[in-house]
């Protein structure tokens, strides 16, 4: 297995890829503001990326001011990371939404303090992206035997190792992977990674190519931080592609075998 850091220099985030998901991008204000209600509503757990997604931390929405035009954020509780976000001239707000991703950009954050505690400032954007793309059918992986991957790393002596992650889901577009929170800081937005292995049950173990699309810091039920990776799959063949898929029909047929209680 081999690691290519950027090995192709496109943009990481979908909403500087107007060419492409241009049909995503909603621009009216009325809708902009039933997406970022509903985000406020649900305390929804909001990646906050700096720059080009070399830094991030984790925040939710803490209020709205539509007559002012601002939204607010809550701080992090590092101050380094408020210090470097204040500074950054471009500001990526990534979320899911009912298993749809939304993504906002920031042009720059005022630091608040609201009820003594550190909260960021920004106008409300002029455009959000509302990602729902259906082309491809994605499954999430059983939780007592899910599938898993391995891809080697960079590691912070400069050397590389190998992680196994297992995968929280999978389509033919590409996978999400779940990992320990403390393995964050070897991830990136826009790295390649050469030849990770995915074992496919019944199938083989595939080797394919991954692009990390988004890193995020979730939360379990009891509280627990854990790492998610959203990555896509880089010049898959159709042969590995057709393996993937029938894996997935064959989780979809059992899934509903087991809804059916015929199994």
Do not use: W
Not at 93 to 109: F, H, S, Y
Not at 115 to 122: G, M, T
């Amino acid at each position: 297995m081999t690691l290519v850091q950027n090995e192709v220099s496109v943009p990481v985030f979908e909403i500087d890829q107007p060419a492409t998901y241009g049909k995503y991008l909603i621009h009216n204000r009325a809708e902009i503001l039933v997406h970022l209600r509903a985000l406020l509503k649900h305390h929804t757990l909001i990646t906050v990326y700096l720059g080009d997604g070399e830094a991030f931390f984790l925040s939710t929405l803490l209020s709205l001011d539509e007559q002012a035009g601002q939204l607010v954020l809550d701080g992090s509780n590092h101050a380094a990371s408020n210090d470097a976000a204040l500074k950054a001239t471009r500001i990526t707000l990534t979320a899911p939404l009912e298993r749809v991703k939304i993504q906002i950009r920031l042009n720059g954050l005022a630091l608040a303090s609201i009820d003594d505690k550190k909260a960021l400032i920004a106008p409300l954007p002029a455009s959000i992206l509302r990602l729902q793309r259906r082309e491809f059918f994605r499954v999430e992986m059983p939780h007592l035997t899910p599938l898993r991957c391995k891809l080697a790393v960079t590691n912070p002596a400069g050397g590389h190792s190998v992680v196994d992650y297992p995968l929280f889901d999978l389509s033919g577009g590409g996978l999400s992977l779940l990992g320990p929170i403390g393995d964050a800081d070897l991830f990136s937005l826009g790295t390649l990674f050469h030849d990770c292995r995915l074992e496919i049950p019944g199938e083989s173990v595939l080797s394919v190519n991954l692009r990390v699309c988004e890193v995020l810091k979730t939360e379990t039920f009891n509280g627990e931080q854990q790492l998610r990776l959203g990555c896509e799959f880089v010049s898959l063949p159709g042969t590995r592609l057709a393996f993937i898929e029938r894996y997935i029909t064959r989780q979809e047929r059992e899934h509903k075998l087991r809804s059916s209680g015929l199994n």
